[in-house]
């Protein structure tokens, strides 16, 4: 199972994953019926979720929805510490995740717009370089696991932080390792090569512990959030949570 999971991640184009893989893991969902762990976004439980990853981690995806372990921190996160689910917002999701796209479209009290350059599950087609809306647009602003993709995460940023209004916020999660630096060579355009020095062939950085740092030199304010410190070991046990990942809030900035 891990090594066939990871064989698809590395080599099936994401755009056709993104639109075969619910009906796949409806399949799976009925192998691993229990109640040992739930999915906080979907409320389904099983008796552990799928391995996920290019080196496939245990009791990672859920079958129903596909969230992954971040996607679950992101829902609670979103339900415990801000408004998102009640108040009147204007929301932009960049490269929407799968998990959450039907759900915060249902949502009464948000005007949602999904946005990316691929994602056949996007409804604007948008360069993230060059967002197509106003200054001072959006209430929220959801940008996860891109910055490692793009050209100049940077102008990316200053983009993001353009069209958030004074008051808004988001998120932008990227793979953080334990690196004291970004790894950055733009020399490195093979995507062999990009997987051994990056960690996967569509990547040109591989972020460190300066992340936040680094994003910030867009103009943008970034927190560093470590919510899933305060739950506690048995609702991230429940939930299938990472242990350690930081949330990374952003506000506008100057």
């Known amino acids: 199972m891990k090594s066939i999971i990871s064989f698809v991640i590395r080599y099936i184009p994401r755009p056709f994953l993104q639109q075969v893989s619910p009906l796949a893991m409806k399949f799976f969902a009925q192998l691993n019926k229990g109640t040992d762990v739930t999915c906080p976004v979907c409320q389904h439980s099983y008796k552990k979720f799928l391995p996920y990853g290019r080196i496939a981690r245990e009791n990672a995806l859920c079958p129903n929805c596909l969230s992954l372990e971040r996607h679950r921190l992101m829902w609670?996160?979103?339900?415990?510490?801000?408004?998102?689910?009640t108040a009147k917002l204007k929301v932009l999701h960049i490269a929407p995740e799968h998990c959450f796209i039907n759900r915060f479209e249902a949502l009464p009290n948000l005007d949602y717009i999904t946005a990316d350059l691929e994602s056949p599950l996007a409804k604007v087609k948008m360069d993230v370089h060059k967002i197509p809306f106003e200054e001072n647009t959006f209430d929220v602003v959801f940008c996860n696991h891109v910055m490692e993709h793009v050209e100049d995460d940077l102008l990316a940023c200053s983009e993001i932080n353009r069209v958030l209004k004074s008051d808004g916020w988001g998120i932008i999660q990227s793979p953080v390792y334990n690196l004291p630096e970004t790894l950055e060579d733009k020399s490195i355009t093979d995507p062999a090569e990009r997987e051994k020095v990056f960690g996967q062939r569509d990547h040109v950085r591989k972020y460190g512990n300066d992340y936040a740092k680094r994003l910030r030199k867009s103009g943008i304010r970034i927190d560093e959030n470590l919510f899933v410190k305060e739950l506690k070991s048995e609702k991230v046990k429940q939930f299938?949570?990472?242990?350690?990942?930081?949330?990374?809030?952003?506000k506008k900035g100057n």
């Open 76 to 85: 609670l996160f979103l339900q415990e510490k801000t408004d998102f689910f």
């Open 240 to 250: 299938a949570l990472p242990e350690n990942e930081i949330i990374f809030v952003c």
